[in-house]
């Protein structure tokens, strides 16, 4: 595979599930880790991938204090946010994970809506401050410089004494067989406990994600009260997951 190829394949994994590992890029592309490493810092001094330790995120998911138009599948983020601020309802208390698209979710919640909104990431507890009817609690613990959200006991332990009518959540791999699933044991472990600490948990999800996994389980898609995704709820590529009895949107 051509030093393009390469670059190109890693551009889409980086933008589809916005971190990835240098092992998983090496295996995929059947090349060195040295080769992956060379490669990602290639792709880092060219401004198209932020380089961190053992692996690289997409531009679209640092942070910064505009908006970031820099983020991969944008109108279809924009189009599932569109769906999940449906099911908003004034005096509703509800959790926002992080990531992208659970950023344009977080932006697009209209001004005129009450809410109390609980979150662990960052620009998502950013954005949510510019709304005047929004509540918003901040769940702390050790910030990880990758996804930018509260991680660890601290974080985990205070979602334990919550509970919230909707939890809406992103995830990096989804399968209709092997459920929710990531690289990250330390954000596994903090998506259970969104879960735990949710009546209800909506996942916002593009369809490219579907059909992938990695090693560590966050849950069975059983576990999942609704999908929403870009696509028409009848969509073919959801066959799977109706027969999960998942409700899709």
């Known amino acids: 595979m051509l030093k393009e190829e390469r670059h190109q394949a890693i551009l889409s994994q980086v933008e589809l599930h916005n971190r990835v590992l240098l092992t998983d890029i090496a295996e995929k592309l059947d090349v060195s880790i040295d080769t992956a490493r060379r490669d990602v810092k290639e792709l880092d001094q060219e401004n198209k991938l932020r380089k961190v330790h053992g692996g690289a995120i997409s531009l679209g998911f ?68 510019t709304k005047p009817k929004v509540d918003v609690i901040f769940i702390g613990g050790k910030i990880s410089k990758e996804s930018q959200i509260a991680i660890g006991a601290n974080a985990t332990h205070a979602l334990s004494e919550i509970k919230v009518d909707y939890g809406f959540i992103g995830t990096g791999y989804v399968d209709a067989s092997d459920g929710l699933t990531d690289f990250d044991w330390d954000v596994v472990q903090v998506k259970k406990a969104i879960m735990k600490a949710s009546k209800k948990t909506i996942l916002l999800c593009i369809s490219k994600k579907l059909n992938s996994r990695h090693r560590y389980k966050t849950c069975d898609m059983t576990a999942v009260d609704t999908m929403i995704t870009e696509l028409s709820p009848d969509d073919d590529q959801l066959k799977l997951f109706r027969n999960n009895n998942v409700h899709l949107i």
């Open 62 to 129: 640092t942070t910064s204090s505009t908006r970031n138009t820099n983020i991969y599948a944008l109108p279809q983020k924009i189009t599932i946010a569109e769906k999940a601020a449906t099911l908003l309802k004034n005096d509703a208390v509800i959790f926002i994970d992080g990531g992208t698209t659970c950023m344009e979710f977080a932006r697009i919640i209209p001004l005129h809506l009450k809410l109390t909104c609980f979150t662990m990431s960052l620009p998502v507890a950013m954005e949510l401050t």
